[in-house]
């Protein structure tokens, strides 16, 4: 049950992120990757990370692609058609997938796993509880700086999409 | 309640997320267009963002999530900024194909 569940996830995920790249038009790309990413989501709920599903759909989902939608739509790109590329870079593109698939591929096939037999201790390891805790523990000082990471990048987006004013000399 | 990974393997994550993350490249070298550039990067993010977790699962430790937290948050960060450049380099160039950004050539 739970591998089918797996591999429909699976082929939604892949077939969107394939859509998102092949769509002439951003508006159509945008939409599949937010497919892509619920997909994600559910992912994270098979691995029974809930949190993060939650997380990833706030931020992903709802910030992020918004962001980006509107920035199409600022750009006015919907109707843009993309100027046809040289066949030699298309070429080069779909090698250079098809090698970097065959090395990552065959490198994690050849690979033993580290941890031979997977067994549960039945500890709570994933629920928000515990993460907040972990969190507000051991990654005090990261948390801290992503706050204000976050912070100098709100400002910085403001700084430099804002419409610069004529200088007078 | 049985954990998925005993019944899938940590195997199939990996060749999963190690496909996605192909896909994120293949995108960043194909197209011209700048925001789906960027969407091919947030597909390379989501695909390590992936692996991290299933790591997390299998080792049961919460370090790995706490750190896909932080790398959601440094991903949110560079996309507000890159579409802020972006914007701005519309503004100038009336386009946001990179093929013609090539005024820092000599």
């Known amino acids: 049950m739970v591998e089918i569940i797996f591999y429909i996830l699976s082929t939604i995920t892949l077939g969107t992120a394939f859509l998102t790249l092949l769509s002439r038009n951003p508006i159509h790309s945008a939409i599949y990757l937010v497919i892509c990413f619920f997909s994600l989501a559910g992912h994270y709920i098979l691995l029974n990370a809930q949190f993060l599903a939650i997380v990833h759909i706030i931020v992903y989902s709802g910030a992020i692609m918004i962001l980006m939608l509107f920035t199409i739509m600022l750009m006015n790109l919907n109707e843009q058609v993309e100027k046809h590329k040289p066949t030699l870079s298309i070429v080069a593109a779909v090698g250079a997938f098809c090698l970097l698939g065959l090395i990552l591929l065959s490198a994690l096939v050849r690979t033993q796993p580290m941890v031979e037999t997977y067994y549960q201790t039945g500890d709570d390891f994933q629920s928000i509880k515990v993460l907040g805790q972990v969190l507000m523990n051991e990654y005090l000082v990261p948390f801290e700086f992503v706050s204000v990471l976050l912070l100098v990048a709100m400002i910085g987006a403001v700084l430099i999409s804002k419409k610069e004013q004529l200088k007078t000399k | ?106």
Do not use: P, W
């Open chain 2, 1 to 106: 309640m049985e954990s998925v990974l005993q019944q899938i393997g940590i195997e199939s994550y990996l060749y999963l997320s190690a496909l996605l993350f192909c896909v994120g490249v293949f995108g960043l070298l194909l197209r011209k267009n700048a925001i789906v550039m960027f969407m091919s990067i947030e597909i390379m993010l989501n695909a390590v963002n992936l692996t991290l977790v299933a790591f997390s699962t299998l080792h049961q430790d919460a370090a790995g999530q706490v750190f896909v937290f932080f790398s959601m948050a440094v991903a949110a960060a560079e996309v507000a900024v890159g579409l802020a450049i972006l914007v701005s380099i519309f503004r100038n160039v009336r386009s946001i194909d990179i093929n013609e950004l090539k005024n820092l050539k000599g």
